[in-house]
């Protein structure tokens, strides 16, 4: 087949737009699933070590289910509907009910896959791009399957109730409901259905002068008939408006004007949930190894309690202190990604234990991270006066709560912390060695020369990419402030913008954050500078030296590196939409607008083409010159590392986000025509992985950990299983909170018959 000179009309790749676009929507019923392995980890543990994990355990996998609540209207009905079929029949018996009811194989399976996605996702929305996904099967087809189950016999008002309620918005794919965001962007619920982003910008601007975060809020507004909107920022909480001991969040729980506008603070979001959560962090606390661990677990419980933030930052200080436990844990309102104005967090907790031969490799780096930040492209003033060394282990997870499973974490996200305190930085090795491999066959874009290169090299090349990113990316670069009190923590007078030549002009003042400030593009603009970190600092043989490798093995790494790089870049455009101009996955764009910079090096370092592939349908192929990695590639990464810190550094909004918008623009410029290649990108997708994850149990006084097959009925036997005791009332609890707010949003308006 003849491939089109770079240079061509962007024609290929339209072919395949028109039929293709419900795939996105779905989960395939080939979907991958892996089981998360940490069973020789928890062997190692002790029986007290295991009964804290167990009940770090509990408490998160109680307060995830706050991320229903935090998706969409219709997600806890829909996970309360699963819940009761699943406890009355399980997935085997549901099957042959299944098929009695005139389903075929691949139908049920589907329901399977979709099932254990809203299990995965915590909700109905990828985590990982917030797109929608619906049942790949006939409606009235799973109407019967529910409406004929054992569970609908037992209960049939509550499921058919459970069942109208949602069954609509289940399949819906109304324009607005496609994707999460704000206004006509999509559906949030941080938001009440009538805000929009200038509603958004004023809730943030009051919570600045309050000096509130908005990590545990949702804004809810409502319009008098005079036309004049108030605001409800409602804190999460186990306590409501009660009456109770002082403490520093009852002074805040008022009413307000500012800037023409009614604001109240109020309290109590996900009460019940966020009770259980407490109960079991409570008998946790009976088996922490050290005072540390106490302290952040009690300061966690007065966070979650109170609804206070500056409790959680408490903690945190305690989190980072406990320095390389074997039980390793966090737990809250952490990750702000699927906001839409990007400031509130999504709750998730995890517990892990520690890998040591990997975490030996990852001390190694710590060790050297000072002399690896002076290589940074960036002036020393533009640096932390000093590098807080961080806790850095490898971890196998036990248990991950919330949205997803990251491959590493670098918390707090508390920037006055992370500035002043410190940081932990934790690379999840049993996740990376499950979620991110790839079989030769559904390995797109490529040249089939680096195939097999790719395959071997990729994991240990993300190994060293996530190292990079999370320890040197995550946590370089200084904030430039002015204090309550005018002090700053730079020199006026001799600190000098290497963009401009000039003295700073701009900083961040008292109150301001590095997220309320660049708010939508926040998120990915810093992963954005982690990932050019991980790229440029990969270079330096001392970098793979510390991960075994040198010579040639050390060049494949860089190699395999950049090119995984450069291909997410173009995998990327599956998480953008054309209809609002937006990104949907900060980590996606970030990789995308890194493609960007290097193409624009030019010299033929990296080139995207559209081809056709050997199926006849449109393809595409990305090749990076090795021999111009630190040629043409390194020059370039410098030169826009700089700028990212310099307009971070400072505070540079305007600058920030003109620079990041232009490289994230999807448009359909010859000669890479990316508006055409999403097609293609989508044409060629694979499905992101599910993850089947272990449960505790307490049998006597020891702890027994439960495995699942990976399967899609394995995962869902999996959280059947999570919720043995209290399962309906749990149920009961998340369809209340739902009804109660339904009125903020067009959907369930009704509360299901027996639910409320």
């Excluded at 410029?669 to 599910?690: G, I, N, Q, W, Y």
Aim: contains cysteine; hydrophobic residues 35%.
């Amino acid at each position: 087949m003849e491939e089109p000179e770079a240079g061509s009309e962007c024609a290929v790749g339209a072919a395949a737009a028109g039929p293709m676009a419900d795939t996105q929507y779905i989960l395939p019923n080939d979907i991958g699933v892996s089981s998360l392995d940490c069973r020789e980890a928890f062997r190692l543990l002790s029986s007290t070590e295991r009964l804290y994990a167990h009940y770090l355990s509990r408490a998160a996998w109680y307060g995830g289910l706050a991320v229903l609540l935090q998706t969409s209207p219709e997600a806890p009905y829909i996970y309360a509907l699963l819940s009761r079929l699943f406890r009355a029949q399980d997935p085997d018996q549901l099957r042959q009910h299944a098929l009695a009811e005139g389903l075929t194989e691949e139908e049920y399976q589907a329901f399977l896959v979709y099932a254990a996605g809203v299990y995965s996702n915590m909700g109905n929305y990828k985590s990982f791009g917030d797109t929608k996904f619906v049942p790949n099967l006939p409606k009235e087809k799973l109407e019967r399957v529910i409406l004929g189950s054992e569970a609908a016999q037992q209960h049939p008002e509550e499921v058919r109730g459970l069942w109208q309620t949602c069954g609509e918005l289940m399949f819906s794919l109304e324009s607005g409901l496609r994707h999460l965001g704000l206004g006509k962007e999509g559906i949030t619920t941080y938001f009440s259905g009538n805000c929009t982003m200038e509603d958004a910008k004023l809730a943030q601007d009051f919570l600045d002068s309050q000096n509130l975060s908005a990590y545990n809020t949702r804004l809810f507004k409502e319009v008098g008939q005079d036309g004049k909107p108030s605001y409800e920022v409602r804190l999460a909480s186990v306590l409501g408006t009660e009456p109770n001991l002082d403490s520093e969040m009852t002074s805040k729980l008022k009413s307000y004007e500012f800037q023409g506008s009614h604001f109240r603070v109020t309290r109590g979001d996900y009460a019940p949930i966020l009770q259980k959560v407490v109960e079991h962090l409570e008998k946790a606390k009976a088996y922490a190894a050290n005072s540390h661990q106490e302290q952040m677990l009690a300061q966690y419980i007065e966070s979650f309690t109170q609804g206070s933030i500056e409790a959680h930052k408490k903690g945190s200080r305690f989190w980072i202190q406990d320095k390389g436990p074997i039980v390793e844990s966090y737990i809250g309102f952490i990750e702000s990604y699927r906001d839409p104005f990007g400031s509130r967090g999504e709750f998730e907790g995890f517990v892990a234990m520690v890998n040591k031969a990997m975490s030996a490799k990852f001390e190694w780096l710590v060790a050297s991270a000072e002399q690896l930040l002076k290589e940074l492209p960036w002036p020393p003033a533009f640096e932390k006066d000093k590098f807080l060394t961080p806790d850095f282990t490898s971890l196998d997870v036990l248990t991950f709560a919330g949205s997803g499973i990251p491959a590493g974490i670098n918390i707090p996200n508390y920037d006055d912390l992370r500035q002043t305190e410190g940081f932990k930085n934790v690379s999840l090795g049993n996740v990376l060695a499950v979620a991110y491999t790839t079989q030769r066959e559904k390995l797109t874009f490529l040249e089939e020369e680096d195939k097999d290169l790719y395959i071997h090299w990729k994991g240990p090349s993300f190994d060293v990419q996530v190292g990079l990113h999370e320890l040197l990316g995550h946590g370089s670069g200084k904030l430039f402030v002015q204090d309550e009190k005018g002090a700053f923590n730079f020199d006026q007078e001799t600190v000098i913008n290497p963009e401009t030549g000039e003295q700073i002009q701009s900083w961040y003042r008292s109150g301001e954050t590095w997220d309320s400030k660049f708010s939508t593009i926040a998120s990915s603009y810093e992963e954005c500078r982690a990932e050019s970190v991980g790229l440029y600092l990969c270079l330096h043989p001392q970098v793979l030296e510390i991960f075994g490798f040198e010579g040639a093995d050390a060049e494949d790494v860089i190699y395999v590196n950049w090119l995984n790089m450069v291909r997410a870049g173009l995998l990327a455009l599956e998480f953008y939409t054309p209809e609002t101009s937006s990104w949907r996955q900060a980590h996606m764009q970030a990789r995308f607008v890194i493609l960007r910079v290097l193409l624009e090096a030019g010299e033929g370092l990296v080139t995207v083409t559209a081809t056709t592939g050997s199926d006849g349908r449109p393809d595409a192929r990305v090749r990076l010159d090795r021999d111009k990695i630190r040629t043409v590639g390194k020059p370039a990464l410098e030169r826009f590392l700089r700028r990212l810190q310099v307009l971070k550094s400072t505070g540079d909004v305007a600058g920030g986000r003109a620079l990041y918008e232009g490289y994230a623009a999807v448009t359909d410029a010859p000669p890479e025509c990316f508006l055409s290649l999403r097609d293609t990108v989508l044409l060629r997708k694979e499905a992101r992985k599910l993850i089947v994850q272990p449960n505790t149990r307490l049998e006597g006084s020891e702890v027994q950990l439960l495995e699942y097959e990976a399967s899609a009925a394995g995962l869902i036997r999996s959280f059947s299983e999570r919720f043995l005791e209290d399962g309906p009332e749990l149920e009961k609890i998340l369809t209340q909170l739902a009804t109660a707010d339904a009125q903020f949003w067009k959907g369930p308006s009704e509360a299901p018959s027996g639910q409320a």
